[in-house]
């Protein structure tokens, strides 16, 4: 998206609620033509669309050359930090990472990225109104929750597919019976107060 100056980056994260595995943060940059034909596509807060969904938009970002960058934060930086601040950690790094640095960055929520040098604007509820900040929280889920897929096989017993770490009762009951992984956060309360 043009801007006076340069680009217009959106960026969001994924996995802030999960009692398990990273947080990952996206930055999207589309043009006006990639906007229109994301959004004909149904592109939306990625909460508001089926794992399916999400996936054939990924491809079809990846198809069209959409220019995203990700970012992860591990369980052990989550409870080093604090979920927010490990969440506004990845989106830094994320838009640090694009090639050419926006001239405007579009966050999702109410709470700029410190230490950021760029120009910023908080946008609450930015996932469902601007297609950029959409793009991103897709991008960001998609590779959320294949790493939870991943996990899974690595621990089935613990239903990681099914729930990707957020604090289902089958989960809960799963920390309860086997206590928390490596991958678990354990600062959580439903971590915490679980799995001891």
């Known amino acids: ?29 589309l043009t006006d033509e990639q906007s229109e034909l994301l959004l004909s596509s149904g592109l939306n807060d990625s909460k508001k669309l089926t794992a399916k969904r999400r996936e054939a938009l990924f491809s079809q970002m990846c198809g069209m050359g959409v220019l995203w960058r990700a970012q992860a934060a591990s369980p052990h930086v989550i409870d080093r930090i604090n979920i927010l601040q490990a969440s506004l950690w990845c989106m830094k790094r994320a838009l640090l990472r694009l090639p050419e640095a926006p001239a405007l960055v ?48 690595i621990y089935p017993q613990y239903g990681f597919a099914k729930h990707k770490g957020y604090p289902s009762a089958l989960h809960i009951s799963r920390i309860a019976e086997y206590g928390p992984l490596p991958i678990h956060r354990l600062s959580f309360r439903g971590v915490a107060s679980v799995g001891r």
């Open 1 to 29: 998206m043009p801007f006076p100056g340069g680009l217009i980056a959106g960026t969001d994260e994924a996995g802030r609620g999960p009692l398990a595995g990273p947080v990952v943060a996206a930055a999207a940059v």
């Open 106 to 153: 579009l966050v999702d929520g109410n709470v700029l990225i410190p230490g950021l040098e760029l120009r910023q604007e908080a946008i609450v509820k930015g996932d469902s109104r601007v297609p950029a900040i959409a793009a991103a929280s897709v991008v960001a889920k998609v590779l959320r929750d294949r790493v939870m897929t991943v996990m899974d096989r």
